[in-house]
């Protein structure tokens, strides 16, 4: 299995999401986004991810 992006990774797997409800808060597709996870990402794309997530999390609150 791919570990690039782990942080990210259990982030939305630990969140109780679903890699294609992050997708779509992006604007992409849930196909798009596992190919983009494939390799590192860089800081401040990880910064605007787990901001999406975070963003997610409070909407369901």
């Given at each position: 299995?791919?570990?690039?992006?782990?942080?990210?990774?259990?982030r939305?797997?630990?969140s109780?999401?679903?890699?294609?409800?992050?997708a779509?808060?992006?604007?992409?597709?849930?196909?798009?986004?596992?190919?983009?996870?494939?390799?590192?990402?860089?800081?401040?794309?990880?910064?605007?991810?787990?901001?999406?997530?975070?963003m997610?999390?409070?909407?369901?609150?």
């Open positions: 299995m791919n570990r690039n992006n782990k942080d990210i990774r259990e939305i797997e630990g109780g999401l679903r890699y294609w409800m992050v779509d808060a992006l604007n992409l597709t849930d196909g798009n986004f596992s190919r983009k996870l494939r390799k590192e990402l860089h800081d401040d794309e990880k910064e605007m991810i787990f901001k999406t997530i975070e997610l999390l409070s909407e369901r609150r």
